[in-house]
């Protein structure tokens, strides 16, 4: 191993350095001293003393707990993974460990699941992000059904009534479609034990009732 290999920062040590140059830079462009951080950090509710923050920027912190990650970029008004991979301020950098640099802008997709990585499991974040858009579709569709149908009650030509009431089913079919497709997604979240996102009222009808139960004893009474 030569001299240049030598001087490359372990992974570890890269990844504090990205957090701690970024939280200095974020720290000083709102003028901020590392005293004014410490006390944002206790208003949040977990306390970093101002000599902590003083030592991790130096490089002289040893750790670097995720907790703390999570709550300086909350301070900062940022995210924990623009400190982590602070891309525009560092150009290159490790994922994992023994790992080639990268474009520290490729790292934070992979990091943030916006990138696919082969064999890596989403979890059930992809079908929570269908779940929203879903949601949309079926409040459009209402919403256009119901103005079809205002205007085919107020159409003053037989022309118009038909055009609005095609309107109406088309949106209305849209409508069934997208509530279909979201109360069999909101079964498959309940059978895999999550709790699906909570649905306006106007799509209220999209979950299937609670099933009726038997009377305990005292309800008999």
Not at 170 to 187: H, M, P, T
Request: proline share 9%.
């Amino acid at each position: 191993m030569d001299d240049e290999e030598d001087d490359v920062p372990e992974w570890a040590d890269r990844v504090k350095a990205n957090v701690a140059g970024e939280v200095r830079r974020r720290r000083k462009a709102r003028g901020w001293s590392a005293q004014d951080l410490a006390e944002r950090c206790e208003q949040l509710g977990h306390p970093i003393p101002r000599n902590v923050i003083a030592n991790m920027e130096s490089g002289r912190r040893a750790n670097l707990p995720l907790v703390d990650v999570m709550v300086l970029a909350a301070a900062l008004r940022t995210y924990p993974v623009c400190l982590i991979f602070p891309v525009g301020y560092v150009d290159q950098t490790q994922e994992l460990p023994f790992q080639s640099l990268v474009p520290t802008w490729d790292a934070l997709r992979r990091f943030t699941g916006e990138e696919d990585v082969s064999g890596r499991d989403a979890g059930l974040v992809p079908d929570f992000e269908r779940h929203p858009a879903l949601v949309r579709t079926a409040l459009a569709a209402l919403e256009e059904a119901e103005q079809a149908q205002f205007t085919a009650k107020t159409a003053t030509s037989r022309a118009q009534q038909e055009e609005a009431e095609r309107r109406r089913t088309k949106y209305a079919d849209q409508a069934i479609s997208a509530k279909y497709n979201l109360r069999y997604l909101r079964r498959d979240l309940r059978d895999a034990g999550a709790t699906p996102p909570d649905l306006p009222p106007a799509l209220g009808d999209v979950d299937p009732p609670e099933p009726d139960t038997d009377p305990t004893p005292e309800e008999r009474l």
